[in-house]
């Protein structure tokens, strides 16, 4: 993802995710962990540091077999290894313990398309893993396998597992899979909410791929498509 030269702006930039992610709410003190992709392996937030007072030169730089340097690394360094490893679709892995996504992970409850917005993570659903103890490389194999086909996961009785081609797209995701979990929360204080058709979603899919490549959510061919005005000069 980056160069050498644009190394230490990267760094600086992930601070600034990682400041974003407490600001937002998702977030709370030093649970959360980020990670990005570079040439010759990864760059990742170290181990219980508060990210008020983390510099550039804290970020840890690993290589997929493991080795680091600088500060020691997150503790779940092996999901964002083997995610990173095995996804060639994304650049950036985001780990939070956002409330309600957590609420519902302590659950071990996926959430269903009870709302079209669930398409965003890349599916009818967003899984919930399997539980295992943190670090460990039994997390790391049920997140990958939460994640196969997905940009989002919950983990059994943990947190949620967001991912991005950018820092930007992956806290964007992170923070929409907060908000579809606390509306789900919500939703179910009346009862379990019904949930859209796998038709219905395919077709919520097709119009979030156009309009992820700027186009808008109407159909090729309706006449009332919206268009930019012609300059009269």
């Known amino acids: 993802m980056t160069t050498a030269t644009s190394n230490a702006e990267l760094r600086r930039q992930m601070i600034d995710i990682c400041k974003r992610m407490n600001d937002s709410g998702i977030n709370q003190g030093t649970s959360g962990n980020l990670s990005v992709r570079i040439d010759r392996g990864f760059l990742i937030t170290p181990s219980s540091m508060a990210y008020e007072t983390m510099t550039p030169g804290d970020i840890v730089e690993m290589d997929f077999d493991?080795?680091?340097?600088?500060?020691?690394?997150?503790?779940?360094?092996?999901?964002?290894?083997?995610?990173?490893?095995?996804?060639?679709?994304?650049?950036?892995?985001?780990?939070?313990?956002?409330?309600?996504?957590?609420?519902?992970?302590?659950?071990?409850?996926?959430?269903?398309?009870?709302?079209?917005?669930?398409?965003?993570?890349?599916?009818?659903?967003?899984?919930?893993?399997?539980?295992?103890?943190?670090?460990?490389?039994?997390?790391?194999?049920?997140?990958?396998?939460?994640?196969?086909?997905?940009?989002?996961?919950?983990?059994?009785?943990?947190?949620?597992?967001?991912?991005?081609?950018?820092?930007?797209?992956?806290?964007?995701?992170a923070i929409e899979i907060e908000t579809l979990s606390r509306i789900y929360v919500q939703a179910l204080t009346l009862g379990e909410p019904p949930v859209l058709s796998d038709a219905e979603m395919e077709r919520v899919a097709a119009q979030m791929k156009r309009m992820s490549y700027g186009f808008g959510p109407e159909a090729e061919g309706e006449s009332d498509i919206a268009r930019p005005r012609q300059s009269a000069g």
């Open 66 to 173: 493991g080795t680091y340097v600088g500060p020691r690394p997150s503790s779940e360094w092996r999901f964002h290894r083997d995610i990173l490893k095995n996804r060639a679709d994304i650049d950036v892995v985001l780990h939070c313990h956002s409330i309600y996504a957590t609420t519902l992970a302590c659950h071990h409850r996926s959430i269903p398309s009870f709302h079209y917005m669930t398409a965003i993570a890349g599916g009818n659903t967003i899984r919930c893993s399997e539980y295992a103890t943190y670090g460990t490389q039994e997390l790391s194999d049920h997140a990958l396998k939460a994640l196969e086909g997905r940009l989002a996961c919950l983990l059994g009785q943990h947190g949620q597992i967001s991912l991005g081609k950018s820092l930007e797209h992956a806290l964007w995701m």
